[in-house]
T-cell receptor, first 115, second 116 residues
Framework: EPEVTQTPSHQVTQMGQEVILRCVPISNHLYFYWYRQILGQKVEFLVSFYNNEISEKSEIFDDQFSVERPDGSNFTLKIRSTKLEDSAMYFC?????????????FGEGSRLTVL | GNSVTQMEGPVTLSEEAFLTINCTYTATGYPSLFWYVQYPGEGLQLLLK?????DKGSNKGFEATYRKETTSFHLEKGSVQVSDSAVYFCALPTNAGGTSYGKLTFGQGTILTVHP
């Protein structure tokens, strides 16, 4: 069964360092998303990506964040200068053509710890 | 935007007990409603969905009925198993329509632990 894969599963970094989280969405999907979950809190939407551009982003997704689909298969989330409050589980998700039901396929998540 | 309120946990049950996890929503129109599940060490998986009022979503013995009168989408299972131990999330699209269907608002999650 097709699945969304994410790497790394866990990354520890120092405050101020750049981090890149990688995702391989399901191959025939067109819509891509990043969500995050700070420990003990809700899963929050960060950004959606369609047709090689950001279609929507949340208030959390400030200038320190960027997304890219560099080669038609990978979908990356970059945090330029990490802060302590960026520590969270980051989930990548993808959706097919018929996303009008909102059904998403999620990866297993990348846990980011900022020290 | 739309919002969802989910029953707080954690919930601890014995095997074969009846499960209810409450979820109520506030929404413009009648968006699709979802239950996602996160098993230990895994990502979020769609458990079931309902796309219109009065629909019943079901999967793996779980059921939830889209009730517009009470704006609820409670998750139920008649006889839980140890393997059902997981975190359960109620969710719906944040906005009505357009290209935002994949932007979901999640409930806070309910941790379910089932003991043998």
């Amino acid at each position: 069964e097709p699945e969304v894969t994410q790497t790394p599963s866990h990354q520890v970094t120092q405050m101020g360092q750049e981090v890149i989280l990688r995702c391989v969405p399901i191959s025939n999907h067109l819509y891509f998303y990043w969500y995050r979950q700070i420990l003990g809190q809700k899963v929050e939407f960060l950004v959606s990506f369609y047709n090689n551009e950001i279609s929507e982003k949340s208030e959390i997704f400030d200038d320190q964040f960027s997304v890219e689909r560099p080669d038609g298969s990978n979908f990356t989330l970059k945090i330029r200068s990490t802060k302590l409050e960026d520590s969270a589980m980051y989930f990548c998700a993808s959706g097919g053509r018929v996303t009008n039901t909102g059904e998403l396929f999620f990866g297993e998540g990348s846990r980011l710890t900022v020290l | 935007g739309n919002s969802v309120t989910q029953m707080e946990g954690p919930v601890t049950l014995s095997e074969e007990a009846f499960l209810t996890i409450n979820c109520t929503y506030t929404a413009t129109g009648y968006p699709s409603l979802f239950w996602y599940v996160q098993y230990p060490g895994e990502g979020l998986q769609l458990l079931l969905k309902a796309t219109k009022a009065d629909d019943k979503g079901s999967n793996k013995g779980f059921e939830a009925t889209y009730r517009k009168e009470t704006t609820s989408f409670h998750l139920e299972k008649g006889s839980v198993q140890v393997s059902d131990s997981a975190v359960y999330f109620c969710a719906l699209p944040t906005n009505a329509g357009g290209t935002s269907y994949g932007k979901l608002t999640f409930g806070q999650g309910t941790i379910l632990t089932v003991h043998p």
